[in-house]
């Protein structure tokens, strides 16, 4: 089973919608990370959390909030849905810092 | 705060022929760097880091990468190309006011032609 996972993997919605995205991971880390990634723009942070207790703002908060339900499970979510909200979104988990962060396999979202 | 450049949104190479993809990055203090390629349809997968261990980094599949800190760079290489090395590649950095998430390069797209 894959370590880092997001459901659902691709969903299509309509302005105005309010959508959650989940993650879950199986590594046992406590930083947990949201990116959305846009073509030519490489990926942007959107939120991160230390710990079920600490969550932070990353650089496009705007629009999205965050929840986290355990350790192990991190969920993005979109209030009210716009298209320009259209992109892959990345869940991804590390335990410190200069270590590898591990990513899901990534949801696409697009909204009409 | 702490980021990186890539210079090429587009490198095509020939079979065979050698893989340099550009990062340059820009850090007040020592940088955590990372290269990580992502195939169509897939998530991230780590390449190789750099934590000021060894400035010659040897990560997976025959890359590497080299830290030079007077050039600010961390480019990738690797001396043969595959057909299978076609993916998008990025360069990222830790951000220490970021809870240490990664401040990712706009991407390099790798085309390997036969």
């Known amino acids: 089973d894959a370590d880092v996972t997001q459901t659902p993997r691709n969903r299509i919605t309509k302005t105005g919608k309010r959508i959650m995205l989940e993650c879950s991971q199986t590594?046992?880390?406590?930083?947990m990370y949201w990116y959305r990634q846009d073509p030519g723009l490489g990926l942007q942070l959107i939120y991160y959390s230390f710990d079920v207790k600490d969550i932070n703002k990353g650089e496009i908060s705007d629009g999205y909030s965050v929840s986290r339900q355990a350790q192990a499970k991190f969920s993005l979510s979109l209030e009210s849905a716009i298209p320009n909200q259209t992109a892959l979104y990345f869940c991804?988990?590390?335990?410190?810092?200069?270590?590898?962060?591990?990513f899901g396999p990534g949801t696409r979202l697009t909204v009409l | 705060a702490q980021s990186v450049t890539q210079l090429g949104s587009h490198v095509s190479v020939s079979e065979g022929a050698l893989v340099l993809l550009r990062c340059n990055y820009s850090s007040s203090v020592p940088p955590y760097l990372f290269w990580y390629v992502q195939y169509p349809n897939q998530g991230l997968q780590l390449l190789l880091k750099?934590?000021?261990?060894?400035?010659l980094v040897k990560g997976i599949n025959g890359f590497e990468a080299e830290f030079k800190k007077s050039e600010t760079s961390f480019h990738l290489t690797k001396p043969s190309a595959h057909m299978s090395d076609a993916a998008e590649y990025f360069c990222?950095?830790?951000?220490?006011?970021?809870?240490?998430?990664?401040?990712f390069g706009k991407g390099t797209s790798l085309l390997v032609t036969p």
């Open positions: 991804a988990t590390s335990d410190g810092p200069g270590v590898e962060q591990f």
């Open positions: 990222a950095v830790t951000v220490s006011n970021s809870g240490y998430a990664l401040n």
């Open positions: 590594k046992g880390h406590d930083r």
């Open positions: 750099y934590t000021s261990a060894a400035t």
